[in-house]
């Protein structure tokens, strides 16, 4: 157990080992493990970014979900409510049309009553005259009595 | 009589191979500093090159892929490594890890030549006209010395590079002259200059004892193991087959080996803690020379 010689020896080997070490051993294992821990890092990261483009992505897509579907709604409500109006137009120019058809069979109703009332008081002076010429015994002159038949006649209808 | 012949093996056993560069001068006239163990230098050397060409080795193979085989575990000792340093470590320096990683790998693999049986490389060495042989390098102070130095001359040079006068400051007025210069007191001021060299004396002290403290650890350690792996030997196991035949010799051998056993399991944790108590205080001395300044 003494100090010697030796000493400069172990010296000598412990710092080329230490140096060679460095540079045959630490450096590049050391390089590649770093290289590699970015590698991983770049990769935790993409993959950590791809999550968060994905969850936005997804987001957007939902956002966007929601946009069309209330502008469908909205579509269908203005669809409904035009719907609705058509509807209420179509009904509104039925009904006008029924009543507009009424109307005119009503006063094509008129017409042909007036028409009708007219032939049979013409018919009904006719028959009056034949009858009161069949009474009296004598041809009566259509023109002559004319208003006495009528004033007649009407009174018949009053009458009826 | 066996113990006197089993106590001088022991003694003999303990002797390294040495070679005087003082081969002229009488024994008794030789500078003990001049010669070199021939012995640990080689064994020294061998682990060297072994370490070094296995490095060679590996630098071919390295990939940045994901690792295999022995690039998976030597990474792994990177890694333990490089974690240590950081969490020891206030600053980075590219030294300290390949440092640290060169004293664990070295003086484990130098401890683990204890594994092999107490007396065989001796054997073997007298049988190839080698006057003795230790097989294991750390046994030798001048290894641990070696390092210790390097380490205590790497502290220094931080030191003096990174905050000399905080260092010389240190040297000089700590622990007491500080304190006492602080003082209004003129006398306690004078006192505390004139203390100054006691401060220097109990620095230099405290400096002195990192290294010494690492060396002799590491020695003591290795040096008690190889000790005691020898007397196991000595006391336990038999010399001849007639001894072995007797029940005494059966039993003394069967417990010889299973000391012996165990002793290797526990001696071969040692020198792995060693090892890495001796890294881990290299870390840490060098990270005190590294801390910065408080003000």
Sequence with gaps: MSIDLTLVGQFIVFITMLLLLKKMLYVPLNDAMEARTKKIEDGLAAADAGLEARAKAAADAAAQIDEAKAKAQEILAAADKRAAEVKEEAVQKARLEAESIVEAGKEELAAELNRTQQALREEVADIAILAAERIVGEELDAKKHAKLIDSVVEQGFNAA | MAAEEHSGGIAEHLQYWTYSFQQDLPVDERNPFMQIHIDTMLVSGFVALLILGFSFWLKGRIVEGAPTGAQNAVESLVGFVNDTVRDNFPVHNPVIAPLALTIFVFIFLCNFFDILPAYLLGHVAEGLGAPAFRPVATNDLNLPVAMALTVFAMVLYYEFKLKPVHFVKDLL???????????????????????????????????????????????????????????????????????????????????????????????????????????????????????????
């Design chain 2, 173 to 295: 007025f700590q622990p007491f002259a500080n304190l006492l210069l602080m003082s209004k007191n003129p006398v306690v001021k004078l006192l505390g200059v004139l203390i100054i060299p006691l401060n220097l004396i109990l620095k230099l002290i405290e400096e002195i004892a990192k290294p010494l403290s690492l060396s002799f650890r590491l020695f003591g350690n290795m040096f008690a193991g190889e000790v005691i792996f020898l007397l196991i030997a000595s006391l336990l196991l038999v010399n001849n087959f007639s001894d072995m035949a007797s029940m005494g010799g059966t039993i003394s051998e069967i417990m010889g080996l299973l000391v012996g056993l165990g002793w290797s399991l526990f001696h071969m944790f040692i020198g792995l803690l060693q090892a890495f108590i001796f890294m881990i205080l290299t870390v840490v001395y060098l990270s005190i020379a590294h801390q910065p300044v408080e003000h």
